[in-house]
C-alpha cells in the first residue's frame, strides 16, 4: 500500500522544510539587522526553502487525495464536536499550509525584484516568518489539540 510511504515521506519533508525555513530565516534576518550584502548563499538558501515548500505541497496535496482521514470527513462531514482530527485533516492543515507557501512564494518572489540588499533581507523575513507562524500552527505536533502526530513516523 502506497498510502504509508507517502505518509512518511510527508513526515520526513517536513523536517527539511523546517530546517531551511529557519536557515532562510536566520539568514535573512542576520543580513537585514547587520546591513551585510546579499550574497549567492542567501538566494540559494531561498530557493532551497522555497522549493522544498513546493515539494511537500505536492506530496501533501497527494496524500490528501489518498487519506482515509479526509475521505471520511469528505463522506460524513464529522464536526469538531465527534473528533478535532478530521475537520482538522480535511479543512484546516491543507488550508493553513497552502496559504504558507503561497506567502513565501510571494515573499521570495518580491525579494528577487529588490534592488536594496536590506530591503531584500527584510522582505524574505516578513514573509518567511508568516509562512513559518502558519506553519506551525498547521503541524499536527505531539502536543496539539486538534490532531497529535508522532514527531518521527515510521514507514
Known sequence: MVYPI?????NALRWLVLGSLLAALSSS????????PYRPLDRAVSVLTTSLAHTQLLVG???YTI????SYYWTYKPGFG??????????IHGSLMFMAIVVMTVGASKAKRQTD???RF????????????LIGLAIPWPFSPLASRPWIRGV
Open 6 to 10: 507517502i505518509l512518511f515521506l510527508h
Open 117 to 119: 540588499h536590506r530591503q
Open 29 to 36: 534576518y542576520s543580513g537585514w539587522l547587520s546591513s551585510r
Open 122 to 133: 527584510r522582505t524574505t523575513a516578513l514573509y518567511f516568518t508568516v509562512g513559518m507562524l
Open 67 to 70: 487519506s482515509p482521514i479526509v
Open 61 to 63: 496535496l497527494y496524500l
Open 82 to 91: 465527534e473528533s478535532t482530527e478530521f475537520p482538522f485533516f480535511g479543512l
